[in-house]
């Protein structure tokens, strides 16, 4: 696990899990984001956008609040600071077995986007005190609260 600290903006890719509390795990949620990374040139000059899939994870009462509010197709925002590579086996077109991977991301706030902005590197303090939050409606697994924002 790396502990870093992450921001990300996609759409949300299939329909999203979500597991109950019980006597010995929290809520939680979980939803497999499409995320556009930056412009990327070709080998004959032309230039397209590779699209990525995230799994975000969130727990406790962000799970359930976002059981409540996010859907398929929904455009949503993740902050987190564990992002760890997860592989799974599926089956293939074929019916064969196949090992898949996909990066997954504990999210600590989670909010629907008002407006996209691609995935960019950059090196920056954190929190970012100065950068607008572009959340219209957030779930945060820090406080616990709901707490809407403006755009």
């Known amino acids: 696990m790396l502990d870093i600290h992450i921001s990300l903006t996609g759409r949300i890719a299939y ?58 197709g929904h455009l949503v925002m993740a902050r987190g600071c564990d992002l760890m590579p997860r592989t799974y086996e599926t089956k293939n077109r074929e019916g ?21 902005s691609p995935v960019r590197e950059e090196v920056a303090a954190w929190p970012v005190a100065a950068a607008p939050r572009r959340l219209a409606q957030s779930a945060s697994a820090v406080n616990g609260s709901a707490t809407p924002l403006a755009a």
């Open 96 to 116: 064969k077995p196949t090992v898949r991977g996909v990066i997954r991301v504990i999210a600590t706030d989670l909010g629907l986007a008002t407006r996209y």
């Open 15 to 72: 329909d999203p899990r979500f597991f109950a509390s019980d006597h010995e795990a929290p809520a939680m949620w979980s939803a497999v984001l499409e995320v556009n990374g930056p412009p990327t040139p070709r080998r004959n000059g032309s230039t397209y956008v590779p699209t990525r899939q995230v799994e975000v994870v969130v727990y406790g009462v962000a799970a359930i609040r976002a059981h409540e509010s996010y859907r398929k």
